[in-house]
């Protein structure tokens, strides 16, 4: 060993507290940096080294402390922490805010034809398969192949079925705009439950205060999938809300009926100037590692905890944030 840093700080867990509201948002904030996008190979590779040599006992001579975490989160940004392979650079959550800013952007300057509806939908839930891919979990490899059975119709889940009709191109304009968010909405709560409709069904692990495993809730999947959703939407809305109001205004002004072409990099340019805040934000809005009384869990799960652990009356569970998506980056799954 070389080097004045201690080897006891804990860079496997997140820097900030995680049960409150701002340290989670502190670490999404870190979690979501889109400057992570642009870092070079090498910069990549340094941070992996740095971060497996602290890991192994190894200190490079001067590392600081806040060297080492940035290295943390630099390396958490781009490389997979089940199987420490590099990820796919639209896949990473340092990408999310550029990747979204461009597609929600696009959904909110072409909603004026149905086929641009459905285009744009369809390529904002082919970016998240690719995220919730990229993120896969090491020990449960998530199919490519993830859309609902076939007894479910594919255009129900790309898009909702209104964005077939004709009847958002009759809406006022300010209304009209609203059209994106509203399927965004509807696609999450469409999208996420069928996803992981196999927790709904078998569950997910709860776990006492000390991490020990006491079964497999449906129940718990549910509240989780419930707080996923709501964080989604929760993005969303900054995103798509605001930027329309202040273009339905601008629009009005002569500079833009002058230079049309601004349109798109204006509302684009709003988008993610919401999106650099709501992302890390609204992940941040329910702790990680969520709980739930024992005595709403199925009475089966419950007879059980009372057999083995008599004293537990809280189980906790992992969330899932997108379910593989964030969970894996921060290395909390």
């Known amino acids: ?72 989160y630099v390396y958490d940004s781009a490389f ?18 550029p990747m979204n800013m461009s597609i929600t952007g696009s959904m909110l300057t072409f909603y004026r034809t149905t086929p641009a509806v459905v285009f744009w939908q369809w390529v904002n839930q082919s970016f998240n398969a690719v995220v919730n891919y990229t993120n896969r979990s090491g020990d449960a490899p998530l199919t490519v192949n993830w859309v609902p059975p076939t007894s479910v119709p594919r255009q129900e889940l790309w898009s909702p079925p209104w964005a077939s009709s004709p009847w958002p191109t009759r809406l006022p304009p300010i209304m009209g705009r609203f059209v994106p968010f509203v399927a965004v909405a509807a696609a999450n709560c469409i999208n996420i439950p069928f996803m992981r409709q196999r927790e709904l069904k078998y569950g997910i692990p709860v776990t006492d205060e000390n991490d020990n495993r ?21 993005m969303a809305v ?38 650099v805040f709501a992302t890390p934000l609204c992940c941040a809005l329910f702790p990680q590692k969520s709980s739930m009384s024992v005595s709403s ?25 997108f379910k593989l998506v964030i969970v894996n980056v921060c290395q909390l799954s």
Request: charged share 20%.
């Open 297 to 321: 869990l199925e009475p089966q799960l419950q007879e059980r905890i009372r057999e083995i652990s008599p004293q537990t009356t809280t189980v906790y569970f992992n969330k899932g944030l």
């Open 80 to 97: 997979h922490p089940d199987t420490g392979e590099k990820m796919f650079v639209i896949g990473r959550m340092s990408a999310q805010v």
């Open 214 to 234: 006491l079964g497999e809730s449906p129940g718990a999947a549910k509240q989780a999938i419930l707080q996923v959703i709501v964080s989604r939407i929760g």
């Open 1 to 72: 060993m070389s080097g004045e840093l201690p080897l006891n700080i804990n860079i496997k867990e997140p820097r900030w507290d995680q049960g409150t509201f701002m340290g989670r948002a502190q670490h999404f904030f870190m979690v979501t940096d889109p400057r992570n996008v642009l870092l070079s190979s090498e910069t990549l590779e340094d941070a992996r080294v740095t971060v497996q040599n602290y890991r192994a006992g190894i200190v490079k001579p001067g590392l600081t402390e806040d060297a080492l975490w940035k290295a943390k």
């Open 238 to 275: 900054p995103a798509m809300a605001i930027p329309p109001v202040i273009m339905n205004a601008l629009e009005k002004k002569a500079f833009m009926k002058r230079f049309p072409l601004l349109n798109a990099p204006i509302q684009v340019g709003l988008v993610g100037l919401c999106l």
